[in-house]
Nanobody, 121 residues
Framework: QVQLVESGGGLVQAGGSLRLSCAASGIIVSARSMGWYRQAPGKQRELVASITSIAVTKYADSVRGRFTISRDNAKNMVYLQMNSLKPEDTAVYYC???????????????WGQGTQVTVSS
């Protein structure tokens, strides 16, 4: 059974930083694409960042240069370092995993429960 458990969300002031963590079980994070999506109130879910099995990364234009996705293969975890946070980054952030063997930069096969990030102005 695949489980993705996010942690690290919270309330932060604009300009601050947070690091989200995703603990994976039932899959090997280095063997498939992993990603972070977010959904703000009244908006559609959007891809924030993804990393493929060969470490090719993709970022939304709105976060490029501020956010960094990474993974720790030994711990089977994925991270999202978020710097220079803005109020518009406020959303529920979801860890996702793609299909095994796929190099898609939009991993949507498995989803975590989400963690709330709130950025105050």
């Amino acid at each position: 059974q695949v489980q993705l458990v996010e942690s690290g969300g919270g309330l932060v002031q604009a300009g601050g930083s947070l690091r989200l963590s995703c603990a994976a079980s039932g899959i090997i994070v280095s063997a498939r694409s992993m990603g972070w999506y977010r959904q703000a109130p009244g908006k559609q879910r959007e891809l924030v960042a993804s990393i493929t099995s060969i470490a090719v990364t993709k970022y939304a234009d709105s976060v490029r240069g501020r956010f960094t996705i990474s993974r720790d293969n030994a711990k089977n975890m994925v991270y999202l370092q978020m710097n220079s946070l803005k109020p518009e980054d406020t959303a529920v952030y979801y860890c996702t995993a793609g299909v095994a063997g796929s190099s898609s930069q939009y991993p949507e096969e498995y989803w975590g429960q989400g963690t709330q990030v709130t950025v105050s102005s």
